[in-house]
């Protein structure tokens, strides 16, 4: 029934994922929803059953991946997507990626009303037994990188933080806040991760203060002679 919150884990190997439901799940409060993409189908058959594109995107608009560099493809599927689950009514989306030994990706969006919902799936992700060869990415590094969460890397993060402190200066909280939202990171991630930077000669803090958000960085000066 639809009389309370749902949670809803929705299959998206092909093209099952039907972007109706996933509006009516955004419709009912506290509901969230965990959906499995496959970017390849949609890369290899544009001009096969479009239909069933239009069942997964809610529109025709996917269509154009046809038109794309092979680099460009995944980013624009996964940002249209992205950008499709936030149009529906959740006002939070994550997205990362799995690989395999083989290097096969499986792409997972998890959507929300409710930003505590984030901080506990984050929580939850960080806290799963890795298998063995699977390995994590954040979509949306521009390196690429991936990691075990078993032992991960913190360099996508790290040049996350430089990349927001080359617009402007942040404070702790900005970056923890835009670690939580937009990266596969946590919050709890972000202050190790400025230290090193701090100590790297990379950041500087500016200001400081009992609170996150009275801890002000700033981008340093480049050093020409180390």
Not at 73 to 86: N, S, T
Not at 105 to 120: I, M, P
Not at 157 to 167: N, T, V, W
Not at 172 to 193: F, G
Request: aromatic residues 12%; charged residues 30%; contains cysteine.
């Amino acid at each position: 029934g639809w009389d309370g919150p749902v949670f809803a884990n929705l299959d998206g190997w092909g093209v099952d994922a039907d972007y109706r439901v996933v509006q009516r799940i955004a419709q009912q409060r506290s509901s969230e929803v965990l959906v499995t993409f496959k970017d390849q189908f949609f890369i290899r058959f544009p001009d096969g059953d479009q239909k069933a594109g239009e069942r997964v995107f809610g529109h025709s608009h996917w269509r154009n991946v046809d038109q794309l560099h092979t680099a460009e493809k995944k980013p624009f599927l996964l940002d249209l997507y992205r950008q499709g689950l936030r149009s529906a009514g959740f006002e939070y989306v994550l997205t990362f990626e799995m690989l395999d030994e083989g290097g096969h990706s499986l792409h997972l969006f998890f959507g929300t009303t409710n930003k505590v919902a984030v901080e506990r799936f984050k929580d939850g992700l960080w806290k799963v037994d890795g298998v063995s060869g699977q390995r994590f990415r954040d979509p949306r590094d521009p390196n690429q990188l991936s990691f075990d969460i078993r032992d991960p890397d913190f360099t996508p993060l790290e040049s996350r933080i430089l990349e927001l402190l080359g617009e402007r200066d942040h404070n702790l909280e900005e970056l923890r806040e835009d670690a939580l939202l937009e990266t596969i990171y946590k919050k709890s991630h972000v202050k190790p991760a400025a230290d090193r930077l701090i100590d790297r000669r990379k950041v500087i803090q500016v200001s400081t203060g009992p609170s996150y958000a009275d801890r002000v960085l700033r981008l340093a000066e480049p050093q020409l002679f180390c």
